[in-house]
Structures are given as structure tokens and as C-alpha cells.
T-cell receptor
């Protein structure tokens, strides 16, 4: 069964550095999402993406964040200048028939 | 505003006992409701959704629009049911809103 994949599984970066988190959604899905889960807290919606543009974003998704689908398979989340509070698990998801399929997550640690 | 609440952070039951994980929501329209489960060291995965009205792994959930609830139930808990359970709502194609999650621990 096809799955959403994410790389890397763990990323450690210094405060102020740029990071790019990568996701490969399921191939025939059209909606893509990024979520964040700070340790011990709930899963929070960041952004949804459809037809090569952002369809909705949350208050968390400020100017430091951007998403891109650079080719037919990858879906990336960029954090321009990381802050300590960006440390979290970041989950990618793709959607078909209003069902979310989640990736395994990338643990981002900002030091 | 869309909101999902799960009042219990942790729920512990003994194997074979009934279990109910509570979920309440607030939403102005008619959302779709889901339960997602996250087993230890695994990804979030869909357990069930209200429109399918299925029973998955013995779990059921009924949408009560009057009480704006979507509680998850299982008559006889198994040790392998131990996991984090997240209730979520969707406004059909837009963003998903997740509850804070309930950790279910099924004791032997």
C-alpha cells in the first residue's frame, strides 16, 4: 500500500539557520498538508496546499514558513530562520476523499 | 471557531473492560468527524470516520449532533489498543482540526 514518506527522520539545526523538510505524498493525491506537534502537545495544522498554491494556513504559518512543490513528487516545508520554539515533530499528510494519510514525521530540534 | 476537545489526557482500563474516549467539538456547520490513532513509534493513522459508520478493531463512534459529541467506544479493551487517540474534524476539504489527544493504557 502506498505511503507518505518524509525525510529526514530527525534534523538538528542551530537557531537562525534555514531548514527544509521534505515529503513525498501519495502519488494520486491532490491535497497536501503540514502539521506540527510540539512535544507533549496536540497536533496543530500549519498549511494546506492544492493546485500548486496554499489553500489555507494557520496563524502559526507566518512569514518564516513557506511550502513548495518543486516537482511532481516532493512537497517541502521551509523554515527560513529557525527559533528554539520551532522544535517539534512535523508531519506531512496527503488527502484523498477527505481522508488524511500521514507521513512518519520529521523531528526538528533547534539548539 | 472550530474546536475539538478531549477531556481526558490519560485513560487507563483493564483488559476486557469497556472503554470510552470522549470527544466534543464546536463548529458552525456540519463537519466530518474522525478518530485517528497513533501506536508507539508509528505514524498517525485513520481509525474511523463518522460517515462510514464502520466498526474498526471493535471500535465504534456515533456522531451526536445535539450534544456535539463523537465519543469512541469499545466494549472489551485489548492490550494492543494502548495508543494515543486523536479526535479530529474537517470542513470537507479544508483544514483538519485535531483534539489534544487521549492516551489509552490497557492494563493486563
Amino acid at each position: 500500500e502506498p505511503e507518505v514518506t518524509q525525510t529526514p527522520s530527525h534534523q538538528v539545526t542551530q537557531m537562525g539557520q534555514e531548514v527544509i523538510l521534505r515529503c513525498v505524498p501519495i502519488s494520486n493525491h491532490l491535497y497536501f498538508y503540514w502539521y506540527r506537534q510540539i512535544l507533549g502537545q496536540k497536533v496543530e495544522f500549519l498549511v494546506s496546499f492544492y493546485n500548486n498554491e496554499i489553500s489555507e494556513k494557520s496563524e502559526i504559518f507566518d512569514d518564516q514558513f513557506s511550502v513548495e512543490r518543486p516537482d511532481g513528487s516532493n512537497f517541502t516545508l521551509k523554515i527560513r530562520s529557525t527559533k528554539l520554539e520551532d522544535s517539534a515533530m512535523y508531519f506531512c499528510a496527503s488527502n484523498r476523499a477527505n481522508e488524511q494519510y500521514f507521513g512518519p514525521g520529521t523531528r526538528l530540534t533547534v539548539t | 471557531a472550530q474546536r475539538v476537545t478531549q477531556p481526558e489526557k490519560l485513560l487507563s482500563v483493564f483488559k476486557g473492560a469497556p472503554v470510552e474516549l470522549k470527544c466534543n467539538y464546536s463548529y458552525s456547520g456540519s463537519p466530518e468527524l474522525f478518530w485517528y490513532v497513533q501506536y508507539s513509534r508509528q505514524r498517525l493513522q485513520l481509525l474511523l470516520r463518522h460517515i462510514s459508520r464502520e466498526s474498526i478493531k471493535g471500535f465504534t463512534a456515533d456522531l451526536n449532533k445535539g450534544e456535539t459529541s463523537f465519543h469512541l467506544k469499545k466494549p472489551f479493551a485489548q492490550e494492543e489498543d494502548s495508543a494515543m487517540y486523536y479526535c479530529a474534524l474537517s470542513n470537507y476539504g479544508q483544514n483538519f482540526v485535531f483534539g489534544p489527544g487521549t492516551r489509552l493504557s490497557v492494563l493486563p
